[in-house]
């Protein structure tokens, strides 16, 4: 069992090692399709990022500070892409 602590003190107990997404929708649908990351023990994760052992857990969206910079840094990596794709270095 893994058990997960949630900001407000309350727990979730998992059978398996669940990742940062399961966690988010066994709160609910609306949270699963809002979070962005995860915060666990204090360190930033991606949503695939499996719990193997009793951790504290916040899940990160939009609304969080930290999800603010999430979202800027992967359209950054967005938009370097799309103009990697247009401008192509020519050998």
Do not use: C, Q, W
């Not at 009793?54 to 892409?81: M, N, P, Q």
Request: proline content about 5%; charged content about 30%; hydrophobic content about 45%.
């Amino acid at each position: 069992m893994v058990k997960i602590t949630l900001p407000d003190g309350s727990t979730r107990e998992f059978e398996n090692p669940p990742s940062v997404l399961e966690v988010a929708a066994a709160i609910g649908p609306g949270l699963a399709r809002a979070a962005l990351a995860g915060r666990v023990n204090g360190k930033l994760v991606d949503t695939s990022f499996r719990v193997e052992r009793d951790a504290e857990l916040a899940v990160i969206t939009e609304r969080d500070k930290h999800g603010v910079e999430i979202l800027r840094h992967s359209t950054a990596h967005l938009l370097a892409y799309a103009v990697k794709e247009l401008f192509p270095r020519r050998k």
